[in-house]
């Protein structure tokens, strides 16, 4: 069986600095997933320069099926080394890992990666090997669905070297701390966002160095299809409801006219909530084997709006989904709960928009804007125009 690889990441910038020095890029090739974290001797541009251009050499290199020892001989090779310290300008780790959480995990000069597995917070089996004459870390990857791993740069142990704390946070308060904090249902952005939120209070707002969360988690797939608006022709109708449901895992239905067309289908009927948790979305429905049905447009393009915000890297509030207006709920099922998405997106003209500034067009965009977001997350996302 095939996993579904979640990753995400969230960079704070060392204060006063426009650029971060770290840099994070992911690649897919096949059904392996490559993701790098490199960390940029010093910081600003230099600093982002050097990390960009470790992090796309070995992406590119690993994407493209060259033996992983050769990747880090070109980039060890590549590498200026500074005349004061000895060290390379930019160190990394990478994650290589297929579908079935199978891979590798390599390490030069960062902090150790921590294993989140069954609610605790591990050291990972290391074996050391020199390349190049520079020693790198090599771990054998075997890792089984809802394992995470935890890859950063020393940005989070140096957090509160000289403000909250003496020496830094150490590596057992670290662990203590994904131990207390982590929980099971949490997305790779959202174990990210946390520890660099807790990195960012201990720095008091005021980061002395780059501070980057990589997260990769090993997660069953979990399909859903979205009927938005519909069909063109309404002969069609029953057919497009039938397709709908046919498919395996969550549904979902937004729209008014969506919800009136699947529970005449279903032989059922739309009952509304007279809830608003949020005043500017309108209030979800509920219909007897529809998981969430809500309002249309207004609606996604809070989602929308969401969506760029789950996936800045620079934003390291909560990526929890708490409230239970309609816009939140769907972004949880959509962003945190659903791997692979099926989008009916229905062509035809509502009359309830009659006289009001939405258009087809303007909810065809909503949705591919969405679906281009969904990408970037990783997910598989299939539409399906009538």
Same mark, same amino acid.
């Given at each position: ?18 650029l ?10 096949? !059904? ?23 992090s ?23 590498l ?10 930019? /160190? ?7 579908g ?6 390599l ?21 050391k ?25 020393d940005?989070?142990e ?76 309404? /002969?069609? @109708? ?20 969506s ?5 005449? !289908? ?8 007279? @809830? ?8 979800i ?7 969430l ?31 239970? @207006? ?16 099926d ?36 997910? /598989? ?6």
């Open positions: 069986m095939s996993y579904f690889i979640d990753r995400g990441y969230t960079s704070l910038n060392h204060h006063g600095e426009e971060c020095g770290d840099r994070v890029e992911c690649a897919e090739s096949g !059904e392996w997933i490559t993701a790098v974290l490199c960390d940029g001797m010093g910081s600003g541009v230099k600093a982002n320069i050097l990390a960009t251009l470790s796309k050499i070995l992406c590119t290199m690993l994407s493209a099926g060259v033996p992983i020892k050769d990747c880090i001989e070109t980039l060890i090779a590549s200026p080394v500074c005349k004061v310290r000895n060290v390379a300008y930019a /160190t990394f780790s990478v994650c290589h890992i297929n079935e959480g199978k891979g590798e995990l390490e030069f000069d960062n902090p150790a990666a921590i294993l989140l597995r069954d609610g605790n917070a591990a050291d990972l089996d290391r074996q090997t020199e390349v190049c004459g520079k020693t790198v870390y090599m771990t054998d990857l075997a890792l089984k669905p809802n394992d995470a791993l935890v890859i950063t740069s940005g989070v140096h957090a509160g070297i000289g403000m909250l704390m003496n020496f830094g946070w150490e590596r057992p308060q670290i662990k203590d701390y994904l131990r207390r904090s982590i929980r099971n249902d949490m997305s790779a952005r959202a174990i990210s966002a946390s520890l660099a939120g807790e990195c960012n209070e201990l720095y008091m707002d005021m980061p002395g160095d780059d501070t980057t969360v990589l997260s990769v988690k090993v997660k069953e797939r979990q399909p859903a299809a979205v009927f938005v608006g519909p069909p063109i022709y309404k /002969t069609d @109708d029953s057919k497009y409801v039938k397709q709908f449901m046919d498919l395996p895992g969550k549904k979902i239905v937004c729209g008014g006219t919800s009136q067309i699947v529970a005449r !289908e279903l032989g059922t009927e739309v009952s509304t909530s007279c @809830d608003f948790p949020d005043r500017d979305i309108p209030p429905g509920y219909i007897k084997g529809i998981d049905t809500t309002e249309g447009v207004i609606t996604l393009r809070r989602v929308l709006e969401l969506s760029e915000r789950y996936l800045d890297p620079s934003d390291y509030k909560s990526k929890t989904f708490v409230k239970r @207006d309609g816009a939140t709920l769907l972004s949880r099922l959509l962003f945190e709960d659903t791997t692979d998405l989008f009916f997106v229905g062509q035809s003209i509502n009359e309830a928009h009659t006289g009001l500034p939405i258009e087809t067009t303007m909810k065809l965009k909503l949705i591919d804007k969405l679906a281009e977001n969904l990408r970037r997350m990783g997910k /598989t996302v299939n539409i399906r125009y009538n």
